[in-house]
Structures are given as structure tokens and as C-alpha cells.
């Protein structure tokens, strides 16, 4: 499976933009996350959503503001990024899950996409 991320760029702070992960094989058995690295730092979970979409889990620095979601039918995740903060700049990757649900851990996600950058200027 191949994942291709897009959709990042440059905003300004209080933003808005949607990511999308694009999926070259079937994921919808499968849990999907987004995580994100910025400059010097580790990477951050950010959301994840059950192979069904039923259930959405979100890291406590953008719950209210970034919404994930998932069209199994095209095979493609989503991320709208609401109320953007320079604090959100990063590279964000999307991320296959091992099984069904995913996880906030990058060990537990098979496949990753090569990152899209996203950059918030104040």
C-alpha cells in the first residue's frame, strides 16, 4: 500500500485546510491516523479513525478544531484543520494502522505517507 498526502501550503493563523491521504490499495479494513513532526521535535499523533469511520480520537491540542474522516470507497482519509495556529506548523503524515482501529502510537501503523507540509504564519 502507498500512501500520498497532500494539501498542505501556507496559512495564515485562524486558517483553515484539508488534508488528504490517498491510499494506492484498499484500507477499508483498516484504522487510519495522522501524525505530525515539527522542526526538531518527534512525531505527534494528531487524530485517528476506525476502519468504519465510527469512532474519531483526537490529540487534546486540536480537539475542536482538526476533524478527521475517511471515504472507504475511494480509499482516501481526511483532515480539516480548522482555527490553524502557528504551533501547527509541521509536516503531517498519514498513516496505515496495523488492524482495524489504529492507535495514538506510531508503532501500531504499517504504512506512511511521505508528509505534507504545513505552515501557519502568525
Known amino acids: 500500500v502507498q500512501l500520498q498526502a497532500s494539501g498542505g501550503g501556507l496559512v495564515q493563523a485562524g486558517g483553515s485546510l484539508r488534508l488528504s491521504c490517498a491510499a494506492s490499495?484498499?484500507?477499508?479494513?483498516?484504522?487510519m491516523g495522522w501524525f505530525r513532526q515539527a522542526p526538531g521535535r518527534g512525531r505527534d499523533f494528531v487524530a485517528r479513525i476506525t476502519w468504519n469511520g465510527a469512532t474519531k480520537y483526537y490529540a487534546d491540542s486540536v480537539k475542536g478544531r482538526f476533524t478527521i474522516s475517511r471515504d472507504n470507497a475511494k480509499d482516501t482519509v481526511y483532515l480539516h484543520m480548522n482555527s490553524l495556529k502557528p504551533e501547527d506548523t509541521a509536516v503531517y503524515y498519514c498513516?496505515?494502522?496495523?488492524?482495524?482501529?489504529?492507535?495514538?502510537?506510531?508503532?501500531?501503523?504499517?504504512?506512511w505517507g511521505q508528509g505534507t507540509l504545513v505552515t501557519v504564519s502568525s
Open positions: 490499495g484498499h484500507i477499508s479494513n483498516y484504522g
Open positions: 498513516a496505515r494502522g496495523l488492524g482495524p482501529n489504529g492507535s495514538d502510537n506510531t508503532d501500531s501503523y504499517a504504512y
